[in-house]
């Protein structure tokens, strides 16, 4: 059974940084593409980061881009994201999503297995 | 710039009836449109990939269509469990990935 567990969220001054853990288990974590999802308190979701299975390619949504930094550990089946200057408005609930197809293209992926999310607040 | 609108952004039903939602996208994106729904505090569900292929373990009377520019999601014998909200999603675009606004589903 997939499992994907978030930590590392909590409180966080305007212009910090946090670093964002997904724990994965129950499916072969190297052979799924990988994304990060935010969703702000009474929003919708955003698309925020993805990388590829083997860890050699990824994106970002052009709001993050140059200020968060998706990457992975596949040997120790962990996806992270790093948060770096971060303001009031990344405040918000961040999703890890497993990629459907084994092997896929990161890009052309759906999201069939999500954690419990992480709560990021930003704020003075 | 990629647009993507979902509609309506709420919508009231009665148990047992059956109601559409719809995603327009600025530009085709063939059929490269998911289906989510997500319960308060919960995360999103996967329901429909790829437009219309009906994810595993998700129940039949939820229905994609659709393909270019228009894609619907149709839920017929509204059952309790359904009221809540719906988001689509595009992939392999510019960017990447992008989900729509949201539609609140309510009970009449």
């Known amino acids: 059974q997939v499992q994907l567990v978030e930590s590392g969220g909590g409180v966080v001054q305007p212009g910090r940084s946090l670093r964002l853990s997904c724990a994965a288990s129950g499916f072969t974590f190297s052979s799924y593409a990988m994304h990060w999802v935010r969703q702000a308190p009474g929003k919708g979701l955003e698309w925020v980061a993805s990388?590829?299975?083997?860890?050699?390619?990824?994106d970002h949504a052009a709001s993050v881009k140059g200020r968060f930094t998706i990457s992975r550990d596949n040997s120790k089946n962990t996806l992270f994201l790093q948060l770096n200057s971060l303001g009031p408005e990344d405040t918000a609930v961040y999703f890890c999503?497993?990629?459907?197809?084994?092997?896929?293209?990161?890009?052309?992926?759906?999201?069939?297995?999500w954690g419990q999310g992480a709560l990021v607040t930003v704020s003075s | 710039d990629f647009q993507m609108t979902q509609s309506p952004a709420t919508l009231s039903a009665s148990v047992g009836d059956t109601v559409t939602i719809t995603c327009r996208t600025s530009?085709?994106?063939?059929?490269?449109l998911a289906w989510y729904q997500q319960k308060p505090g919960k995360a999103p569900q996967l329901l429909i990939y790829d437009a219309s292929s009906l994810q595993s373990g998700v129940p039949s009377r939820f229905t994609g269509s659709g393909s270019g520019t228009e894609f619907t999601l149709t839920i017929s014998s509204l059952q309790p469990d359904d009221f809540t909200t719906y988001y689509c999603?595009?992939?392999?675009?510019?960017?990447?990935?992008?989900f729509g606004q949201g539609t609140k589903l309510e009970i009449k």
């Open positions: 999503a497993k990629g459907t197809t084994r092997f896929g293209n990161f890009a052309e992926d759906c999201f069939d297995s």
């Open positions: 990388m590829s299975y083997e860890g050699s390619d990824n």
């Open positions: 530009q085709s994106i063939r059929n490269w």
């Open positions: 999603q595009s992939y392999n675009t510019s960017p990447t990935y992008t």
